[in-house]
């Protein structure tokens, strides 16, 4: 980033497609200090990237939740939520991973973790972007969302070893008992899903017949 107080869209670019590309490379050279506005505003945008897909999926009816006559009013919520959302993971996510560090006898200076923390995010918006395949087969989305997932957990093993210099043992072992977690958690989604789509459908079709009722 620039070392001027202006926010650098251009090199925001730039770092956010070298954190993909080579998260390494990335992290190895990344800052850890120059203040808490630089990565606020990184996941601000993530956030508003992210809300905005999943407002044009729920218009389209591709999410993976199915909410029906309501898919306009949910997405205009969801793209208000991912903002806030990502402010608010950006400081727990920071606070989750300091003690991570700590662990792993990283950096536990809190700057620095939260600067981590938002070059991690840029999943955000990759995951948002690869939202629709849950419209198409919740088990596809599913699978793409652990892939995603377990993608965001590899930065994060770099964001510990290349930029918090956390020993590497340690941090592959953190990274692994995560990995666990994710795939669970992901599993038992789906599952949720697949249930809370079932009484919308039902829902939806109370509401279908209403309307027909009072037409008659």
């Known amino acids: 980033m620039s070392e001027t107080s202006t926010f650098d869209i251009n090199a925001f670019i730039n770092e956010s497609k070298e954190t993909l590309v080579n998260p390494k490379s990335h992290f190895s050279s990344m800052k850890t200090s120059g203040g808490m506005a630089e990565p606020i505003i990184k996941v601000v945008i993530y956030g508003a990237v992210a809300g905005a897909f999943v407002f044009l999926w729920s218009i389209l009816g591709l999410g993976a939740i199915k909410a029906g006559f309501l898919g306009g ?3 205009a919520m969801a793209f208000v939520w991912y903002i806030i959302a990502a402010v608010i993971g950006l ?7 300091l003690i991570i560090s700590s662990v792993c006898r990283g950096n536990t200076d809190f700057e620095a973790n939260v600067r981590v923390t938002s070059s991690v995010m840029v999943i955000m918006p990759i995951s948002a972007l690869l939202g629709f395949t849950g419209g198409i087969s919740l088990f596809l989305g599913t699978v793409i969302g652990i892939g995603v997932n377990l993608f965001a957990l590899y930065l994060v093993y770099n964001g510990l070893t290349e930029s918090l210099k956390a020993t590497p043992r340690t941090s592959r072992v953190a990274i692994y008992i995560l990995a666990g977690l994710v795939v669970l958690f992901m599993l038992m989604g789906m599952s949720a899903t697949r249930k809370l789509n079932r009484m919308m459908g039902k829902d939806d079709l109370k509401e ?3 309307e027909e009722r009072k037409t008659d």
Not at 91 to 97: D, E, R, S
């Open 73 to 75: 009013a949910v997405g």
């Open 91 to 97: 400081f727990v996510g920071a606070v989750i991973l």
């Open 208 to 210: 279908l017949i209403r």
